[in-house]
């Protein structure tokens, strides 16, 4: 189905807009040229404050980083953690740009769509990442909630916003292989979240499909989240006495995270 999010994230209460598919928004926005639209969007990200990253969460690139617009009204949040680590797939094009600037413009596409599209308050999707393997915030809130051991509440997996966090993997995976850098940042934040909020990740990770009516993640995704899960629980049992080798791996792996705190 060509509108797998739109139609479903929101719960009530998010929607002020006009329904539009994303088959007509893509093509409107492709017809116009996306970084042209993307820039005149731009506004300054009133509502997001810097945050801090200590060594062990994965660098996550802030709102401010990708030029998020403003949200629609600012997240709500709910005072303890979520119970589920939602896997979604962006259902968009399997594109072979892994850079920076790809990765934020996805970012600002995301946001677009969810904000213009299907009229809700900002991204759905609490957590982002590029097929590059880029990590990013989605809504706003989300990093200080999880930091703080709350949830952010989002839009991406319909009566279900209350208790899970979503992550948007960007890319098709209804065949498509998930590519290796998407895969080994999608275990860090998986890491990073099960430690975050003391899940478990055997029962925690699930995808958009255990939840709703819909293919997402994509079969190939799918597929793939007990070894997922096996991954995330080898790296939570591996980390058991302090930070140790852990936060060193993840840490040489990922720039440091600074200049924003
Ligand atoms: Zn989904």
Not at 48 to 76: G, H, I, L, M
Not at 99 to 115: E, G, V
Not at 230 to 244: K, Q
Request: proline share 5%; hydrophobic share 40%; net charge positive.
């Amino acid at each position: 189905m060509v509108n797998e999010h739109s139609e479903e994230g929101a719960d009530a209460g998010e929607r002020h807009g006009p329904q539009v598919t994303r088959r007509a928004l893509i093509g409107g926005v492709v017809g116009a040229g996306l970084l042209s639209i993307g820039s005149s969007l731009m506004e300054p990200a009133m509502a997001d404050e810097p945050v801090a990253f200590r060594a062990d969460a994965p660098n996550v690139y802030t709102r401010a980083q990708w030029n998020a617009r403003s949200p629609k009204r600012p997240a709500r949040i709910i005072g303890r953690p979520p119970d589920r680590i939602v896997i979604h797939h962006t259902a968009s094009a399997n594109a072979k740009d892994r850079s920076l600037d790809h990765a934020f413009a996805l970012s600002r596409k995301i946001q677009m769509w969810h904000m213009d599209g299907n009229g809700w308050n900002d991204s759905g999707q609490q957590l982002t990442i590029s097929r590059g393997g880029i990590v990013m915030e989605g809504r706003n809130r989300s990093l200080r909630a999880i930091r703080a051991k709350n949830l952010a509440v989002g839009a991406h997996a319909l009566n279900h916003n209350n208790h899970t966090i979503g992550i948007e993997n960007e890319g098709n995976y209804a065949k498509a292989k998930v590519p290796a850098r998407l895969w080994d940042s999608l275990v860090e934040v998986c890491v990073w979240l099960c430690r975050a909020y003391d899940l478990r990740p055997s029962e925690a990770i699930i995808g958009h499909r255990d939840l709703n009516s819909t293919t997402c993640p994509g079969d190939a995704l799918y597929a793939r989240l007990p070894e997922l899960r096996r991954a995330v629980a080898a790296r939570l049992a591996g980390s058991g006495g302090g930070e140790g080798a852990t936060g060193a791996s993840i840490t040489s792996i990922l720039p440091s995270f600074d200049g924003f705190g």
